[in-house]
């Protein structure tokens, strides 16, 4: 199963060594999801990092980074998409495009159209949301 990360979610995972987010990434592997994201979201995460001081950049190249495949950016999809935040656009472009089953975002105001639903077949889930719902499917 493939989950793209956005940038809440990696931000999250390094700031809170106990929550869903951080657990998405430590487990992924052992529950057999591939975790990816975009260039994009890792400059964003990067760029935000100094906000949660010296552990935060630990978690990530300790924690975060390590576990996670980056796939292009991609700015255009070959379907129709309304999605009015022009700046969240190319993440769930660069998602779609790489095929990801699942969008992982903390972004309620953003992707607050799509939170809990899907877009061309891709969930779109906060990391909680997911866990429970894999928990549910006895899954994990």
Same mark, same amino acid.
């Given at each position: 199963?493939?989950? =793209?990360?956005?940038? /809440?979610?990696?931000?999250? #995972? ?44 630990? *978690? ?9 495949? =980056? ?23 660069? #998602?779609?495009? *790489? ?11 953003? =992707?607050?159209?799509?939170?809990? /639903? ?11 949301? =997911?866990?429970?719902?894999?928990? /549910?499917?006895?899954?994990?």
């Amino acid at each position: 199963m493939t989950l =793209f990360l956005d940038t /809440s979610m990696l931000i999250s #995972a390094c700031g809170s060594e106990n929550g869903a987010s951080r657990h998405v990434c430590e487990s992924g592997t052992s529950h057999g999801w591939r975790l990816i994201t975009s260039g994009y979201c890792r400059n964003e995460t990067l760029r935000n990092l100094p906000r949660l001081g010296t552990q935060g950049l630990s *978690a990530w190249e300790e924690h975060v980074e390590p576990r996670i495949e =980056f796939v292009p950016d991609i700015i255009s999809l070959d379907k129709a998409l309304v999605f009015e935040k022009a700046k969240d656009r190319p993440v769930l472009v660069s #998602a779609l495009a *790489a095929e990801a089953e699942y969008l992982l975002t903390l972004d309620r105001t953003d =992707f607050h159209a799509t939170l809990g /639903s899907q877009v061309y077949g891709m969930l779109v889930r906060t990391p909680a949301e =997911f866990l429970t719902e894999q928990r /549910s499917l006895g899954r994990i």
